[in-house]
């Protein structure tokens, strides 16, 4: 038991010295969404409304798109303590990440064994697919490790009715971390009631806790609902959703050897060079498969039935395949891996060894390697411009809106007063897809800009 707890230890060291190793300078600029993230927290932390001036939203209307709550509260503190940067924008996806490893271990440990546990916390560690979202202000993370965290208080609840309400509460959550959650946690409800329903006899005895747990999740519904239905939250899904007769194509395009050899094209995503999985996983997987078939493994098929529907939100849209919509996939794929390295007991060094050496390379080509070459994907120009302004100056600036929304790059890296904005901000009209543009404030002016 103490030698588990002192390698448990060492992974989760491991993980944090590879995710905060230069985490303000790698990537090199936040992205126009880490960027609005990051100003809305400022400006909820400095006048309790986002960019908009409503007061504590519950979906922030930021370009139009209506982000969700919980990473952008998540990050107030961090901005109130170190200021609106990069740090504080990306340190709450560390700790989201710490946490999916963390039950990623735990929920292994519940389903099978100690061993599987170890290799399985190890092997997200590692993981190509997870390692760059763990280390960048993607909402996706506290998604993850909320519905991490629902799945695992689930098998309590034949201990104690009362794990029922938390579990509900850690999906709602993650449903209001990242909009991928919000198609699969149905399924993934409706999964686990079959699956433990000789488990949950005991809820018939108590009926206030099922209706309190019912109660909130019904105002989660209703919240959801009202934004696709009144606030035109739907703009968002009509542009980025799929023909229906694209679906199974873009389903299997995430088993595709190009997506994973070759990795996800969005440098956001993925390292050139890079594949979505490393090598040994092509051994490790299929064996996993057979470990399941074998010993007929009713937690083994879950995690197999779990990583099949984790896909659906990337298939329902025009991307595809997208390592970020589909990110679910990997707690349940490092599962199904470390019930195949089970079959080589007298191997285990020869395997630490050979993920290490992998996991080396991919680092070292991400400190070293990446930055040169990702620089336009992050829009570090932008950081470029806005940092090196003279606050001072009078003269109007113009800038062009070519790459998508230039005014949040200001707004971030100059730390612009909310409500001053918020007086002097003049918007383009709304699109049809309900997405909003800043034409100008203060100084600076947004748009076409021709050359001579």
Known sequence: MKIEKILF????VLFLVTRLYKISEIPSSVYWDEASIGYNAYSISQTGKDEWGEFLPLHFRAFGEFK??????????????FGLNELSVRFPAVLFSLGVVILTYLLTKRLFNDVSALWSSFFITISPWFFIFSRTGYEATAGLMFYLLAIYLFFFISKNPWYVFFSILSFILSAYSYNSFRIIIPLTILILLIMER???????????????????????????????????????????????????KNYLSHFSLDFLISGDKNLRSQQKGF?????????????????????????????LVLLLISIIPAAITK???HALRSLSVVPFMVMISAMGVTFFKKYFFVFL??????????????????????????????????????????????????????????????????????LEVVRNSVDKWGFSTVKKFGKFEFGQIYEK
């Not at 990473?71 to 503190?77: E, F, G, K, N, T």
């Open 9 to 12: 230890l060492l992974i989760l």
């Open 68 to 81: 969700l709550p919980v990473y952008i509260y998540s990050a107030v503190p961090f901005i109130a303590v």
């Open 198 to 248: 000789h488990n949950l006899m005991i809820l018939r005895k108590s009926i206030f806790v099922v209706m309190l747990s019912l109660f909130i999740l019904g105002l989660s519904i209703w919240s959801i609902y009202r934004l696709y239905v009144y606030d035109a939250g739907i703009s968002r899904l009509q542009t980025v959703s799929s023909k229906s007769s694209d679906f199974f």
């Open 275 to 303: 594949g979505q999985i490393f090598p040994y996983d092509f051994l490790l997987l299929p064996l996993g498969l057979v470990f399941i078939i074998k010993f007929k493994s009713k937690y083994g098929l879950l995690a």
């Open 319 to 321: 991307e595809s395949p």
């Open 353 to 422: 060894i050979i993920s290490l050496a992998f996991f080396m390379n991919y680092i070292l080509n991400f400190i070293y390697i990446y930055p040169g070459y990702s620089q336009t994907a992050w829009q570090s120009g932008y950081k470029e411009i806005f940092t090196n302004i003279d606050d001072s100056e009078k003269e109007k600036i113009a800038v062009s809106d070519k790459d998508g929304q230039p005014y949040i790059f200001a707004l971030f890296y100059l730390k612009i007063d909310p409500e001053k904005f918020r």
